[in-house]
């Protein structure tokens, strides 16, 4: 499986990015995906999450009502529309994929439960 995303940039506080991470894999429908994000000296953590069927989605809690997640089976991809940006947005975000017969041990925002990465994408955010 490899992962590509694209659409990082910066922005001003309150401004939108939309980012898209495309999938080179046949199955792609049996993968859960999620997006994380990264600062230097702090671990990944999850930021938004949609299983398999496209049917459940997850946030976490500071980009609830701002970040929407979707996807797209037919094209292999999946995307993160981000509104109200702010400055602790800022990181590097990247798209992780799960396989969605396997069971989470930490749940959906747990990046150790992720078998595969892209390289990120930046977005930064700026007052």
């Known amino acids: 499986v490899q992962l590509v995303e694209s659409g990082g940039g910066s922005v001003q506080a309150g401004g939108s990015l939309r980012l898209s991470c495309s999938a080179s894999?046949?199955?792609?429908?049996?993968?859960?995906m999620g997006w994380f994000r990264q600062v230097p000296g702090k671990e990944r953590e999850g930021v938004a999450f949609?299983?398999?069927?496209?049917?459940?989605?997850e946030y976490a809690e500071p980009v609830i009502g701002r970040f929407t997640v979707s996807r797209d089976n037919a094209k292999k991809m999946i995307h993160l529309q981000m509104n109200s940006l702010k400055v602790e947005d800022t990181a590097m975000y990247y798209c992780?994929?799960?396989?969605?017969?396997?069971?989470?041990?930490?749940?959906?925002?747990?990046?150790?439960?992720?078998?595969?990465w892209g390289q990120g994408t930046q977005v930064t955010v700026s007052s």
């Open positions: 992780g994929a799960h396989w969605g017969f396997a069971p989470f041990l930490g749940g959906w925002s747990k990046a150790s439960d992720y078998s595969y």
């Open positions: 894999v046949v199955d792609y429908s049996d993968f859960d």
């Open positions: 949609v299983d398999f069927g496209g049917g459940r989605t």
